[in-house]
């Protein structure tokens, strides 16, 4: 079976890379190494699988690509990631790299007879509503990039519709584990105490989150490629809801290190709390197995073995 991956060297699409690999895939990675977030972390994510014969890497870009790989599966991850910086003039970049790139690759293998497409949603597409949050709930998302990764969905649904590719649309409830991006907020967290600096938090800290392992969700993308299921929606969340707070204590307490915690204003584009239902998600056999001690002591464990022992990264 041959494989496509998406954003290959980001945190999420080097995971699942890895995993497609000790599966027996043959897998096709396609990345063109954005400047979001120092290019070290990206090549570092993808050394091991560069050592395997059965991974080729593309550095390209999928809004500018004229041929793409005959392949089985597609999983795409690639996308502009934030929802912070998502407002203003930055938003040409989201429409273009979350929408014009999944129309692309949508475009071409609706012609190609592939098994599974498999698009990289988000739990921003509901915006803030009531919880937990439903895949039946009216879609309300409240930052651009909420709004372009629902597009995107939408742009999946109608190519299943009208020309049968078989798309699946997982929507991820705020993903940690190694390897997370540098400006995501227990990476963050975990920085900042491990340098002696301060802790920035949005808000008073008491908004939640339901946060979910990368191993589980790459589970996910596996499961929901093998799966009889096409035009379907699938929520994936780790039941681990706490709140920002109860968050910097687990890291605390897990790194036995103490926070300076500076509490700042709310941010436009914000959530106040996720709680995914995943009960549509488990008819197929999935749940998480990850809780969140245990997988923040498994990124603290990988931070530490990688981040501040390794010179080319910025700490």
Known sequence: MKALVTGCAGFIGSNLTERLLRDGFDVIGIDCFTDYYARAYKEKNIEKSLENERFTLLEQDLRSMENFPAVDYVFHQAAQAGVRKSWGSDFEIYTSDNIIATQRLLEHYKDEPIKKFVYASSSSVYGDCELPMNEMRLLK?????????LAAENLC??????????TVSLRYFTV??????????????VRAIMNGEAITVYGDGEQTRDFTFVADIVDANI??????????VFNVGGGSRISVNELIRTIEDAAGMKADVIYI?????DVNDTLADVSRIKELGWTARTEIREGVERFIEWYRGEILNN????V
């Open 176 to 189: 940690y584990g190694p390897r997370q991006r540098p400006d995501m907020a227990i990476h963050l967290f």
């Open 157 to 166: 649904y109608l190519y299943y519709k009208n020309y049968g590719v078989p």
């Open 141 to 149: 998302p409240v930052s651009p990039y909420g709004v372009t990764k």
């Open 223 to 232: 499961l929901s490629a093998l799966s009889e299921s096409s035009g379907e």
């Open 265 to 269: 204003e709310k941010q436009k584009g």
């Open 311 to 314: 010179a080319s990264y910025p």
